[in-house]
């Protein structure tokens, strides 16, 4: 879906709805927090709020990073992000951008930068780069074929799973536009949320790796 075209430059469906849910979540973060309360009196969307960062921060913890709140902003925004594009799967005319390769691969190449950055600031440069040789040198290239293996994963699992769920949710309309279709759009939205899900604990389990001193091991075993 192309809505403006000029020579080269072309704005489509997945730019324009990639912004307009960074204006809803930019927008509705504003107003939640304008009003924060410390006190027992506090609105329904500031506990909607607390019970969302809560469940976060516990996922984070569990998966090895002791403090998760260091953590939180961006594998928080990455959750809300992909749970945010299928929720929004609802509005009629609405394709989600976490369907184009180009939106899930951009968001993968934000884990394969974040890992690297958190690693080097938890071991320092030489202690990031030294796991790239342990247990010994001969695993150098297979754990740098790893790094750039799990980024097309990512990019890949997340744009397969959201884009195969629109399409059939599409053609269901088509052929039986009733009863059905809203049965499966209930479970799209569903399969949305555990992408959203899945993929946001990838990403701290590769950044759990990456901070800690013997890497490689655990790395390993949660990309296969």
């Given at each position: ?21 960074m204006l809803v979540l930019a927008g509705g973060s504003k107003l939640v927090t304008r009003k924060l309360s410390t006190g027992l009196k506090r609105s329904g969307w500031q506990n909607l709020l607390e019970i969302v960062v809560t469940a976060i921060e516990n996922q984070i913890r569990d998966v090895g990073l002791s403090r998760p709140e260091k953590y939180l902003p961006f594998l928080g925004t ?147």
């Amino acid at each position: 879906m192309v809505f403006w075209s000029h020579a080269f430059l072309k704005l489509n469906g997945t730019i324009v709805f990639t912004w307009a849910i960074m204006l809803v979540l930019a927008g509705g973060s504003k107003l939640v927090t304008r009003k924060l309360s410390t006190g027992l009196k506090r609105s329904g969307w500031q506990n909607l709020l607390e019970i969302v960062v809560t469940a976060i921060e516990n996922q984070i913890r569990d998966v090895g990073l002791s403090r998760p709140e260091k953590y939180l902003p961006f594998l928080g925004t990455l959750f809300l992000f992909v749970a945010t594009a299928s929720l929004f799967t609802i509005i009629p005319g609405y394709e989600p951008p976490t369907g184009s390769l180009s939106t899930t691969a951009a968001l993968a190449l934000c884990v394969f930068v974040a890992v690297p950055l958190y690693g080097i600031e938890e071991q320092g440069v030489g202690g990031y780069l030294k796991s790239y040789v342990q247990p010994t040198i001969i695993m150098l290239p297979f754990n740098i074929i790893s790094e750039l293996s799990r980024t097309l994963a990512l990019a890949v699992r997340l744009f397969g799973n959201m884009m195969s769920g629109a399409m059939i949710i599409s053609i269901l309309l088509t052929i039986t536009p009733f009863i059905f279709p809203v049965v499966m759009t209930a479970l799209g939205l569903l399969t949305g949320m555990v992408q959203a899900y899945i993929f946001t604990i990838l990403a701290a389990v590769y950044i759990a790796a990456a901070t800690r001193t013997t890497k490689r091991g655990p790395e390993l075993a949660a990309s296969t």
